[in-house]
C-alpha cells in the first residue's frame, strides 16, 4: 500500500478528490502540468498560462467589489513591517503601534456612519450582515427577520449559514415599481416576533433608496440593520441619522484593490447600548501603571477562543491589516475628497444611463444610481469579444426576477467617459 493509500485510508476517504469534495465543482480550477517537474519549471509553466488571460479590458464590474483608485500612499503603509503580520496584538505591551492604528480605524468609521461604536473589524461584508442577524438574536430573542426580496444569493446563504439551529423564520418584503422598498408591505410585516430588519443603502438595484430612512418610523422593537456602500457616505445620509441599531458594509472600496475578488474587510458598528451583544473585539483608549495614556483590548468574549458553545461569534481575528489601509484611505481622502468621489460616480452613472438609453438600451429604473446600474440587457457575448468586462445578470446573483435578464453595468471614480461612451455604441450596434 502506497504512502497516500495509507493516509486516506486512514482519513476514510476514498480519493483524493473526495479531501476536496466541500468545494463546489463550479468553484475548482485544475491547472494540469503535466509530469512532476522542478520549482523553477513549475514557476515557468505557471507563468506561461498566466500570459493567457486577458489584459486592459474596459471594467464595468461591480456588485459588492469595485475598482477604485486607492492613493499608493496607502500600499506603501500597509507594507510596512510593523503592519504586514497576521497576528493578533494580543499582547498590549509591544503591540501599542497596530493597537493605536485600529483604534482610531474604529473612531472613523463610526464618524463616517454616525453610529456609537465599530469593533475592529470583521472577515466580509457579507459575514457582518449574517453576525449583525444573530446579534439582534441576542438582543431580542425574537424568531422573525426580514429581509429585501431581491437580496443577494450569496448573502442570503451566508445569513442562513450563520443562524442555522436558531430556528429564526426569514420573511421577505417587497419592491415598488421605482426600484425602492415598499414601506407599506413591509409595515403590514413587522409583528412582535420581528427580531431584526434588514435594509440595503444603495439597494441590491443600486438606487439610492430614499425610503430607508423611514423604516425606523415602522420598525416597532426590532433592530435595524442597515447594508451600506461606505464610498456613498461622501453623499448621502450616515446609517446612524436614520435610527438604524447596527450598520454593516463591505470595506474593500476604502484602500483596497480589487485583487481577484478578495481579500475584504467587514465594517460592522452599532448603539452602545448593544455593546455587550456585539462579535469580534474593541480596542479601547486606557492608562498604563504609570499613568500614561496605552491602547489595550477594551472588550473581547474570551468564550470565542475557549468555550466556543457560549461565544457571542465564532470570529477568532479580523482584518487588521485591511483596517488600517481603510483608515490610511480616508485619512488621506478627508470629508471632502470622499464627498468628491461619491459624487464623480454618481454623475458616471447618470452618464452611463443617459448615454445608453441614446444607444436604445434601456435602464430597468429611473431613479438616482450610486455605482451599479440595471439594463434591459442580456447579450453579454458581445462583451468578451470587444473586451469589456462586466455584464452581471440580475438573475445570476439574485433569486429576484422580475425583469428577466436584465444586468448591471457599473462605474466608479475611474470610469473613463470616452469608455462610457464606447460600451453604449458596442451594444447599441
Known sequence: MSETDEILDYLNVKSVDGLFSDIPDRLKVSLDLGKPMDEFSTIRAIEDMGRKNKAGNMNFLGNGIYDRFVPPLVDEIIGRNEFLTSYTPYQPEISQGILHSLFEYQSIISDLTEMDITNSSMYDGFTSLAEAVRMAYRINGKSEVLIPENIYKSQLSIIKNYTEGLNLKIITYGFGTDGLLDL??????????????????????????????????????????????????????????????????????????????????????????????????????????????????TLQAR?????????????????????????????????????????????????????????????????????????????????????????????????????????????????????IEKLAKILGD
Not at 409583528?191 to 430607508?212: C, M, Q
Not at 470595506?251 to 481579500?263: A, D, E, I, K, R
Not at 459624487?343 to 452611463?352: E, P, Q
Open 184 to 297: 407599506e408591505d413591509l409595515k403590514s410585516k413587522v409583528t412582535s416576533d420581528t427580531s431584526a430588519i434588514i435594509v440595503e443603502n444603495p439597494n441590491v438595484f443600486g438606487l439610492i433608496d430614499e425610503n430607508a430612512f423611514h423604516v425606523s418610523e415602522i420598525k416597532k422593537d426590532s433592530i435595524l440593520i442597515t447594508y451600506y456602500d461606505p464610498v456613498s457616505l461622501g453623499f448621502i445620509i450616515p446609517p446612524g441619522e436614520y435610527g438604524t441599531d447596527i450598520a454593516v458594509a463591505e470595506g474593500q472600496q476604502l484602500g483596497t484593490h480589487m485583487n481577484y475578488g478578495g481579500p475584504l474587510l467587514g465594517l460592522f458598528s452599532f448603539k452602545k447600548e448593544y455593546v455587550h451583544r456585539s462579535p469580534g473585539r474593541l480596542i479601547g483608549l486606557s492608562k498604563d501603571s504609570e499613568g500614561k495614556k496605552a491602547f489595550v483590548m
Open 303 to 419: 468564550e470565542q477562543h475557549i468555550r466556543r458553545s457560549r461565544a457571542m461569534s465564532n470570529i477568532c481575528s479580523n482584518q487588521a491589516l485591511l483596517a488600517v489601509a481603510s483608515l490610511a484611505y480616508l485619512s488621506i481622502m478627508g470629508s471632502e475628497g470622499l464627498r468628491k468621489i461619491a459624487l464623480i460616480t454618481m454623475n458616471k452613472s447618470r452618464k452611463l444611463k443617459n448615454n445608453m438609453k441614446s444607444a436604445g438600451i434601456k435602464p430597468v429604473f429611473d431613479g438616482i444610481n450610486f455605482s451599479d446600474n440595471l439594463f434591459y440587457f442580456d447579450r453579454l457575448e458581445i462583451l468578451e469579444s470587444n473586451n469589456i468586462s462586466g455584464g452581471i445578470r440580475l438573475s445570476s446573483i439574485s433569486e429576484y426576477n422580475g425583469y428577466g435578464n436584465a444586468s448591471f453595468f457599473s462605474v466608479t471614480e475611474k470610469t473613463g467617459d470616452e469608455n
